[in-house]
Structures are given as C-alpha cells and as structure tokens.
C-alpha cells in the first residue's frame, strides 16, 4: 500500500491534498517519494519562512532532545525565557511580554482572554473575512463560510465589514477588543490600509478596548517587516504568532503590550506543552536566521521584482505585502494552479476563487522567482494559441 492510499484509509479526509506523497525538502524545494522534485512557493501554509528542514533549526532541536525533550511551565527553563526575549526584541517592544502556545488558533483564543480578562468587558468585535483557526472562539470569530451550521458559537462577537471605520466605531461600544488580520490570506490577500489600521488603533484608545493583531501569517518577516505591527505603523495591544514561529515545530504565541502584560495575573491562562523546550529553540534558531540572512529585506525585495515583473494582462491585480501575496487573475484561478502544479510549481489558492497566494519561503530569490514567471507566460501563451 503507497502513503497515499494508507493516509486516505486511516487519516480523516479534512482536506483536498495534493496528488503526491512528500518525503524531504530543503530551501525552496520538497521532493515526493518517487523523486519528482516542486518548487514550493506556498511553503506549507506559510510555515518555511527560512525554507524547509533548516539546519540550524533541525541541528538545535536534535541538541535539545538529548538535554532536555519535556517539562511544563512549573519550572523556568533557559531556552523558553530566550525564544520569548527574541520575538519581543525582533516583533514588540522594550517592556513586552509572552504566552507561548502550540498554534494559531491557541494564540488568538488566549488574546481574546487576555482581553477579556484586562477589559473586564466580554464582547469581542472581528472583521468580516478574517481565518483565525478551528477552536470554539476562534472559529467563531472566522468567517461565514467555516462557521456556518455550527451552533452556539460566538454569542459575544461581532462581525463588522473589513476596512469600515464607522461600524468599528459603533461596535465597540462596550467591547473587549477589535480582533483582525492586517491582511486577510485565506480570503485573498485582502490587504488593510495603514490608516484603517491606524484608525482602529485610536477607537480602541477612545473605547477602552485592546487591539487584537493576528499575525499568524504576516508575522515574522513575512510582509518585508518584522510584523504588521512596522508595517503599518499601528500599534496593537496584542499580537499572535505560530506558523512560521518555529520553522514547524507546533508552535504559537501571544505578544503582549507592557501595558496590557501588567495586568494579566496568575492563572489567567495555561499550556502544557507551550514554550516546551524543544518549540523553544526552534523558535530562537528561526528568528536568529531570518535576522542574520537578512530575510525581512529579501522579502521586501521580492515583492518589488514580482510587482514590477509579472506584467500579464490576465493578472488584473496583485494584493498583499512582502511575500503575502495575492495574484488575482481574471477568470477562477483552479486550471492555472492545476497547470502551474502539473509543472511541479506548488502556489495555493484562497476563498476568493479568482486568487492565486504566493507564501513562499523568505530565502526565495530572483531565479526561483523567474521559474514562476516563466511557467506563468508558458501557460498563458497556450491559453492565447487554444483561443
């Protein structure tokens, strides 16, 4: 029996996979297990941020695992106090602290707690379209389509149009926090503009509300900054990360303000295995890399080539940031990822059906890009002649 036909009989069917089994990879590429070799410009969901099995990631969790594989959060551990010093000083600021989690959807259920537990207030208001993961609260706060025919969920958010300022201003009336993405990715690469993000920021002042930034994909040097937060130049009061945190070792966090850190108490949240040892010093290796091999400028630079670069009349538009991005075709984008993928390139899709995500890893450079490009004229060329 192939790993296919095993996954398929033993692993419940939640999501359409790819018509192929992965064994490894490295940099920007993963090779199956009959050695068809792709490059990977979606990189697992955003998680390769500085490309597949790093080394220094993989060579300090092998370290680590022979010291020390486990202990809970009873007892203070080194390298758990050194990842949380390393996302404050490449994310926060001087005085912020950090929840460790193990995922995106652990990070943004503990903020709304933390918000809801600083505020004393309970009502949460989120921005229509956002994907802020599969548990009880956040999926609640998700949009329409992965919540629909799930009862019970959410009496206290609310939902409000993306980018509207006037109805932010009426909903958090009496409301905990204002909860989004700065760039929308599963739904296309929907991208906030600095002066809404701005704007929420001083109607959370004006209610007493906390701004909720989910980082979990433009966090981390994806948006050619350390995280929206520079991006933009807004300033939340709590930002959550996972994703490429640790390189993919499960990993999420939340980062809090000093002002917001001061009144979180005891026994407010809890994890057993956030910050575990091993999650810990993948974390540290990862941000050190994107740090040392000036991922955060590359990304930024990637962004300048394929805007300038992929002049196609059948891309109408590209939405996002730094390697956040979002071509929007002008017709459903299925055939062409199917052609793109049948020329062993892996891109992803979005909600927005006419939407093409590039989330690859941040090493990616000029001739990996070019690849893209190339594949893109080719398919597009044989769209023209078939007409």
Known sequence: MNSMNLEDEFVLPTYEKFPFALERGEGCWVWDENGGKYLDLYGGHAVAAIGHSPSVVTDAIAKQSAKLLFYSNLVYLKVRAEAAKALVDF?????????????????????MRIARCVTGKAKIVVAEGGFHGRTAAAIAATGYKYRKNMSGLGADIVHVPFGDLAAAEAALTDAAAFLLEPIQS???????????????????????????????????????????????????????????????VPAGAVLATP???????????????GGGPLASVAISATIKAIVDQNLVENAAEMEDLIRATFKFPQIKEIRGKGLLLGLVLDRPSKAVRDALLAKKIIVGGADDANVIRLLP???VGPAEIGLLRGAL???????TVAA
């Open 91 to 111: 994310c926060g600021e001087k005085g912020s602290q950090v929840f460790f989690c193990n995922s995106g959807a652990e990070a943004n259920e503990n903020a």
């Open 259 to 273: 002002e917001v850190a001061a009144k979180v108490k005891p026994g407010a949240l809890g994890s057993t295995f």
């Open 186 to 248: 599963v739904q296309g690469a929907t991208t906030a503009t600095s002066e809404y993000l701005q704007g929420l920021e001083a109607l959370c002042k004006k209610r007493g509300a906390l701004l909720i930034f989910d980082e979990v994909q433009t966090g981390l040097g994806r948006v050619g900054a350390p995280s929206a937060r520079h991006a933009f130049q807004a300033r939340p009061g709590l930002q959550t990360f996972a994703k490429a945190l640790a390189s993919g």
């Open 377 to 383: 004229e080719e398919i597009f060329a044989a769209e």
């Open 361 to 363: 890893p941040l090493t």
